[in-house]
């Protein structure tokens, strides 16, 4: 059975960073192209962050130029380095596969406070 652990979120002031980080288990990611996804209080969950199994990447407009994903294979593991964070990204962080074929994890809870 897959199970995907995030950790990494936190409380953080307007301009702070965090690094989030996720690890699969069950299944290798190696051939799998990896997102980050967010849900915000009130809206529906969104993709922010994903990354090719060649390592290419593409981010949501909102998130463009303060993220960035990256991963390693040899952990089954992805990460997401979030800086210059926004009120805005306060959010539960999660990740999986694009399209979402895991089960979803509890994900990490990123709070921003100005």
């Known amino acids: 059975q897959v199970q995907v652990v995030e950790s990494g979120g936190g409380l953080v002031q307007v301009g702070g960073s965090l690094r989030l980080s996720c690890v699969v288990s069950g299944d290798t990611i190696r051939f799998k192209t990896m997102n980050w996804y967010r849900k915000a209080p009130g809206k529906q969950r969104e993709s922010v962050a994903s990354?090719?199994?060649?390592?290419?990447?593409n981010y949501a407009a909102s998130v463009k130029g303060r993220f960035i994903i990256d991963r390693d294979n040899a952990k089954n593991s992805v990460y997401l380095q979030m800086n210059n964070l926004k009120p805005e990204d306060t959010a539960v962080f999660f990740c999986?596969?694009?399209?979402?074929?895991?089960?979803w994890g509890q994900g990490t809870q990123v709070t921003v406070v100005s």
């Open positions: 999986n596969t694009a399209p979402p074929l895991y089960s």
């Open positions: 990354i090719q199994s060649g390592l290419t990447t």
